[in-house]
């Protein structure tokens, strides 16, 4: 059965170092998503991506964070430069439509220190 | 800003029982509601979902209410598994809008042999 990948399973670093996660996603999926969970809160959107462009960012999602399909199977979410609150879980997520449910990848847990 | 709340933040239940886990959501827009079920070391894996143009969707064990006047969902599983011991994630969204779900906290259900 296709999932959603994501790499590294635990990333730590220094506040102030730039991270960047990736995703793999389901590979006949059009829409690539990234959401965030702080330790004993809910999941939050950050962003989505289709057709190489965000079609939708949330408050979050400032300039300190980017987006991109470097490649036909690689999704990244890059942290320009990481602050303590950033540390969370971050989901990957992709769908087939707009509209159609999203496979969840297992999360990339970053901590900064 | 707590648009979709699930106040429980845990739930036991003896195997072969019913669970019944609570959502409440204060958007009036909304107008499709999801749970997703989320195990350790996984990401969130979507199980049923409901638009509001219905008060009730079933799948198997699993059985979603909605109660538009009232804003108010619930997810019954009956009966109970022990693989059913995860986190419950209530999650909706405007089908007019963007379709990204607003996540609530979630209720972690433990089922107990």
């Known amino acids: 059965e296709p999932e959603v990948t994501q790499t590294p399973s635990h990333q730590v670093t220094q506040m102030g170092q730039e991270v960047i996660l990736r995703c793999v996603p389901i590979s006949n999926h059009l829409y690539f998503y990234w959401y965030r969970q702080i330790l004993g809160q809910k999941v939050e959107f950050l962003v989505s991506?289709?057709?190489?462009?965000?079609?939708?960012k949330s408050e979050i999602f400032d300039d300190q964070f980017s987006v991109e399909r470097p490649d036909g199977s690689n999704f990244t979410l890059k942290i320009r430069s990481t602050k303590l609150e950033d540390s969370a879980m971050y989901f990957c997520a992709s769908s087939v439509t707009r509209q159609t449910e999203q496979f969840f990848g297992p999360g990339t847990r970053l901590t900064v220190l | 800003d707590q648009q979709v709340k699930q106040n429980s933040p845990s739930l036991s239940v003896q195997e072969g029982r019913i669970s019944i886990l609570n959502c409440d959501y204060t958007n009036s827009m909304f107008d499709y509601f999801l749970w997703y079920k989320k195990y350790p070391a996984e990401g969130p894996t979507f199980l049923i979902s409901i638009s509001s143009i219905k008060d009730k969707n079933e799948d198997g064990r699993f059985t979603v209410f909605l109660n538009k006047s009232a804003k108010h969902l619930s997810l019954h599983i009956v009966p109970s598994q022990p693989g059913d011991s995860a986190v419950y994630f209530c999650?909706?969204?405007?089908?007019?809008?963007?379709?990204?779900?607003?996540f609530g906290r979630g209720t972690s259900l433990i089922v107990h042999p």
């Open positions: 991506f289709y057709n190489n462009e965000i079609s939708e």
């Open positions: 999650a909706a969204g405007q089908s007019g809008g963007s379709y990204i779900p607003t």
